[in-house]
């Protein structure tokens, strides 16, 4: 029988299964937690999840965090920490992956939470930075799980809050961030993204029913496109079942 999922399970299913076991990831609010919370509770039992204010490997929880300040992020962990702590923690180059939401991404892998519009006067305020710019600017591997369509895949941002490639090949290092960092996937309703040696954006997998015209017509700048794209499987009915089970009252699916 076929599994019925929605486009969010699997957008969030797809993310998880990024994550290599025995790694540490840091991550954002809404659907990086539920990622992050999948893997480990699925196929990868020993990756570290770090969160913002504190929470340092913690246990998956009873119900799924509400924000990264939430008590839940402490829930059985191997450590309270604070903000400082945790930044200094990516500093120090223990961030293998950071796991971040957007509202707007351009060719190079930026993203903006900030503003859309013009900053001093903005026709929409967002919740800004947060640990983004930290995690993205530290970390090694940065997954971004967004929603696409023309208004959030833009040519150019309303407001540079995280910084991808910058503007090309080279440009994060020579503003002396780490050398090797940067973002690494991009997880869509569509399918999954990453970046060529010219550090734009290219599309890897696409999700069972997606058409190539699909991807091209959510997109503000043209996105490479390979020859062969391959289709990322379905949802299984144990993935499913973890993640509702994490989820129970549906917060954020």
């Known amino acids: 029988m076929k599994v019925e999922y929605s486009v969010t399970e699997m957008m969030i299913v797809a993310a998880s299964r990024l994550l290599e076991d025995g790694r540490t990831v840091f991550t954002g609010t809404g659907m ?61 180059g223990y961030g293998e992956y950071a796991f971040l939401g957007a509202a707007q991404i351009d060719p190079w892998g930026n993203i903006n939470t900030t503003v859309i519009g013009a900053h001093d006067n903005p026709r929409v305020r967002l919740p800004g930075s947060g640990g983004a710019n930290d995690f993205g600017s530290l970390c090694w591997k940065t997954i971004v799980i967004m929603r696409q369509d023309r208004r959030k895949f833009v040519e150019r941002l309303d407001f540079l809050t995280t910084p991808g490639y910058l503007w090309g090949p080279g440009v994060r290092e020579r503003v002396g961030l780490p050398s090797g960092t940067g973002p690494w996937r991009v997880v869509t309703q569509l399918g999954i993204y990453g970046f060529g040696e010219d550090k734009r954006m290219e599309l890897l997998r696409i999700y069972p029913g997606v058409g190539i015209e699909e991807i091209r017509a959510n997109s503000g700048f043209d996105i490479r496109i390979p020859e062969r794209v391959e289709v990322e499987p379905e949802p299984t009915r144990e993935e499913l079942k973890a993640l509702r089970k994490l989820d129970p009252y549906g917060v954020v699916i």
């Open 32 to 92: 990086p937690i539920l990622a992050a919370l999948l893997a480990k509770s699925t196929r990868a039992p020993r990756i570290s999840i770090i969160y913002e204010a504190g929470g340092m490997d913690p246990a998956p929880p009873p119900t799924i965090p509400i924000s990264v300040g939430d008590t839940m992020t402490t829930h059985r962990a191997i450590m309270a920490a604070s903000m400082d702590y945790t930044m200094c923690f990516a500093q120090a």
